[in-house]
T-cell receptor, first 115, second 110 residues
Framework: EAGVAQSPRYKIIEKRQSVAFWCNPI?????LYWYQQILGQGPKLLIQ????????DSQLPKDRFSAERLKGVDSTLKIQPAKLEDSAVYLC?????????????FGPGTRLTVT | QQPVQSPQAVILREGEDAVINCSSS?????VHWYRQKHGEAPVFLMI?????EQKGHEKISASFNEKKQQSSLYLTASQLSYSGTYFC???????????FGQGTTLQVKP
């Protein structure tokens, strides 16, 4: 079974530029998550989708971050404009999303460096 | 509220045992445990649901005390491959929304 795919793996941009990340979840997984992981910390949930609807985006900085999950499969996360403090690893995860079946499987992540 | 993990770091020799604790100030429906190796993504270990069940996976097991809002991860006869950072993630409402702890770094030496 193929795992969660993410691209790109690494990205270096200057502050105020924009960047987009792509995620393809495990086939059949209804729930998709985007996390931000700053070095030395645990992952922080940015947004959670159930199929193509948003379940939780309470920690998404909506003035600069946006995410979509068209057709309930692939998802993109965008940052515009980027700030220095956005430097982090952005992880995508997916789960079956049914009751008691929320174990999450993570993709390899995108390491973003903002200079 | 972010769960609190203890200890922050532990160093073991191969074959020794370790316990990692995760404590929340809020009621929990489930606790998830993940292991992350340096430069890699977190890997799911196990999920414990409300009911105080204990689970095991080879030499790694965990317990969940919902009344105390605590979970513990037990690693017995540790192997070099157990090295990494362990995170607990807590879910208060069975929605899949996890709040992760700050992590416990485990280093197993030969």
């Amino acid at each position: 079974e193929a795992g969660v795919a993410q691209s790109p793996r690494y990205k270096i941009i200057e502050k105020r530029q924009s960047v987009a990340f792509w995620c393809n979840p495990i086939s059949g997984h209804a729930t998709l998550y985007w996390y931000q992981q700053i070095l030395g910390q645990g992952p922080k949930l940015l947004i959670q989708f159930q199929n193509n609807g948003v379940v939780d985006d309470s920690q998404l900085p909506k003035d600069r971050f946006s995410a979509e999950r068209l057709k309930g499969v692939d998802s993109t996360l965008k940052i515009q404009p980027a700030k220095l403090e956005d430097s982090a690893v952005y992880l995508c995860a997916s789960s079956l999303g049914t009751s008691d079946r929320y174990e999450q499987y993570f993709g390899p992540g995108t390491r973003l460096t903002v200079t | 509220q972010q769960p609190v993990q203890s200890p922050q770091a532990v160093i073991l020799r191969e074959g020794e045992d370790a316990v990692i604790n995760c404590s929340s100030s809020k009621a929990l429906y489930s606790v998830h445990w993940y292991r992350q190796k340096h430069g890699e993504a977190p890997v799911f270990l196990m999920i414990l649901l409300k009911g105080g069940e204990q689970k095991g996976h080879e030499k790694i097991s965990a317990s969940f005390n919902e009344k105390k809002q605590q979970s513990s991860l037990y690693l017995t006869a540790s192997q070099l491959s157990y090295s990494g950072t362990y995170f607990c993630g807590t879910d208060g409402f069975n929605t899949g929304k996890l709040i992760f702890g700050q992590g416990t770094t485990l280093q197993v030496k030969p």
